[in-house]
Structure formats: C-alpha cells, structure tokens
C-alpha cells in the first residue's frame, strides 16, 4: 500500500535492483555482541540496529538506501562464538561445519578421546573461511566441568552466543528388562547433558549480557515410538529434551535467550548404523516407511541449525522444528 502511494507521489522513481554479489557484502554485519532490542520501536532491524524488511523498502522509497539482499545477513553468524556437542562426527560435526560456514568459532564438546578423521578436513575448511573449529573432549553429563569449560570459553572469547546439543547415546532393551544403570545412564547423558550444555552457555549469555539461542537436537523419537525398536530410555529422554526445551524458553525468553528443538527423523550416522547391522532389513523398512522414500543426509540439517542459531529466527521460541522427510505423517 505504502510502496503504492510513494510510486504514485514521485512519477520518476525507479525501483534500483541492486543485486550484485557485492551487494550482500557491503551490508555491515550486525554486531553480535549487541542485545537485541525487543521494544516495539525495533520493527524492521537486525539486532544492531540494520533496518530490514519493509522498513528498508520505505528508506529505499525516500531515497536514503540502496536495495540489499538483506535476507542472507540474518542468517549471519559473523563473529559469534557457539558450542556444539557431539560434534566429533555425525550430524554434530554437519552442524558445526554449517555455523562456521555462516561465520561463527565453534567449540565442540565430545567425549570421543579424538574426533573423527573428517574433523581435520573440515577444521582446515573453516578455518580457509576464517573460522575456528576447536575440540573439546568432555562428558557432557558431567555438570562441573561443563560449566568450568563455557566460564573458560566465555573469559577467552568474551561470551558465548549459541549452542546447539547434539551428543547423545542410543540403547535397546526390552521396557520390562530395562536396567536402572542404564536407564540412569541414557537419561544421564541424553538429558542432562544436554541440560547442563545449555545451563552452561545461558550461563555465559546472561553474565555478557548478550542475546542468544539455544537449539537441542532431540528427535522424532520424542514425539512418537519407533515401530519395533526397544528404545524406551532413549524415547523418554528426547521427550524430556522437547520439555525442557518449552520450560527453558519460557524462563529465559526475559532475557532475550532463545531456547528451540530441532527434531531430525531417521538419519544414516554411526548411530543408526549400529542398528542396522543388528537389523537386516530395517534400513529398507525406515525408508519405504517414509513419504520420501529415504533417510535424511547428513547435511539437511545444515539449514534448520543456522536458521535457529541466528536473527532470522528471532521470534522462534520454544518451538520443535522438525527435519524428518514427514516420516510421522501418516
Ligand atoms: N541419526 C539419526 O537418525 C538421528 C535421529 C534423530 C535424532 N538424532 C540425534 O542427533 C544427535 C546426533 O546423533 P548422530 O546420529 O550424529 O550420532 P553419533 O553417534 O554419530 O553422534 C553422537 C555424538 O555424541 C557424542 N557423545 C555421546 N555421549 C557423550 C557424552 N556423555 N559427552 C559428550 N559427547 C558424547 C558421541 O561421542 C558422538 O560423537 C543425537 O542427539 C541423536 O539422538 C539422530
């Protein structure tokens, strides 16, 4: 309507199209260390202040801005420091790759003795893109030492802006056989890591007064049970990573923190590789189960991961995005 009237004012405007390349460069960055203004007032900005949107379009229409692909900056990660358990490989190592790309520092914590042999490749990768990827092995159940690692990462690198938690175990046993040590330990590992991995960050976040965003790997297995599979344990403890999730956002939404899942279906990593060769033919049985007829790649989680961790999801909060080919659909 507005863009209407302003044509209709000035016979001579010509809408410029500037879309070179150079274009999405010249636009500064949002600095990440700035706490992002919740106030009505911050329609149409990047945390910042970069006015975006309709907005810019308006600015644009006055002539006072040329027109930017401003879209890409607010995936931007430039400069933010994030954390990425279970990282070592599998779809952790895909996602940290993703927030390098996107401009971050990575810090994956693993209790892997050594990441994978990817790791390397993928460090020298970022690093040619001016990124640091940098390898932690710790246990993410123990809450001590997790906290002691972010307050260290926090003091270098003046915060922490993100997290995503990926570490997790995978066990079956039949639910009425169910060891205690072992339920204790899944519950141990796939909540509470994740529990003190984001305690840990969000700890960070509030001392350096920045905003941030926490996405937690749970899975469609929280949400629904895997035909056949004995998975008790592992299904009750991403059910709690989809709660603890809500109840975190809720409480630290205040603080301009966000708090999200992504929820990946069925993947092929180490994981479920394992069970595959327990069980010949389920791999065939996951895909056929699926309305795409396959199991996700590694990197189709790249995306959902760089979008939760940056200003283009700012209103995300407490939310569980779900990457699973529509496999619990029907
Ligand atoms: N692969 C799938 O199909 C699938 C589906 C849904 C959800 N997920 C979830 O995605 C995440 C990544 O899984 P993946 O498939 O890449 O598995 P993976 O086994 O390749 O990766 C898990 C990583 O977590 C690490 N880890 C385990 N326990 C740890 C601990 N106590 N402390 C620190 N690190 C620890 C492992 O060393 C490993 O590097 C997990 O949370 C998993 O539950 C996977």
């Not at 199209?17 to 636009?27: D, I």
């Not at 106030?39 to 930017?68: C, F």
């Not at 933010?80 to 490989?89: D, E, I, L, M, W």
């Not at 260290?152 to 066990?171: F, Q, R, S, T």
């Amino acid at each position: 309507m507005i863009l209407t009237r302003a044509f209709r004012n000035n016979r001579s405007f010509k809408p410029t199209r500037t879309f070179k390349s150079s274009a999405v460069l010249k636009t500064p960055i949002p600095s990440p260390f700035t706490h992002a203004p919740s106030a009505p007032n911050a329609k149409g900005r990047l945390p910042g202040g970069r006015v975006i949107g309709n907005e810019a379009a308006l600015q644009h229409a006055q002539g006072k801005r040329e027109a930017t692909r401003d879209i890409f900056n607010e995936f931007s990660l430039e400069g933010k420091c994030t954390v990425v358990s279970g990282g070592a490989g599998g779809l952790g190592l895909e996602i940290a790759q993703s927030l390098c790309e996107a401009g971050a520092n990575v810090h994956v914590f693993d209790m892997a003795a050594s990441p994978n042999t990817t790791f390397k490749a993928v460090q020298d990768y970022v690093s040619a893109l001016g990124s640091r990827l940098i390898y932690h092995q710790i246990d993410v159940s123990d809450q001590k030492a997790v906290f002691a690692l972010c307050d260290k990462i926090g003091e270098e690198e003046g915060g922490i802006n993100g997290a995503v938690c990926a570490a997790a175990i995978l066990e079956t046993y039949d639910c009425s056989d169910y060891p205690s040590e072992a339920f204790e330990r899944i519950m141990r590992i796939n909540a509470g890591g994740v529990l003190y991995t984001s305690q840990g960050v969000a700890r960070q976040m509030k001392k350096y007064k920045q905003t941030g965003s926490i996405a937690m790997i749970a899975s469609m297995s929280g949400s629904i049970t895997n035909r056949d599979q004995h998975w008790v344990g592992y299904n009750s403890a991403k059910s709690a990573v989809l709660q603890m999730a809500r109840s975190m956002a809720a409480e630290l939404g205040p603080d301009d923190i966000r708090v999200n899942c992504i929820s990946p279906g069925h993947f092929s990593t180490n994981m479920t590789e394992a069970v595959f060769a327990q069980n010949p033919g389920l791999k065939e049985k996951w895909e056929s189960g699926s309305p795409m007829q396959r199991l996700g790649i590694h990197h189709e989680l790249r995306g959902a991961a760089v979008w939760l961790l940056s200003s283009a999801s700012s209103f995300v909060q407490g939310s569980d995005v779900k990457v699973s080919g529509g496999y619990e659909t029907w």
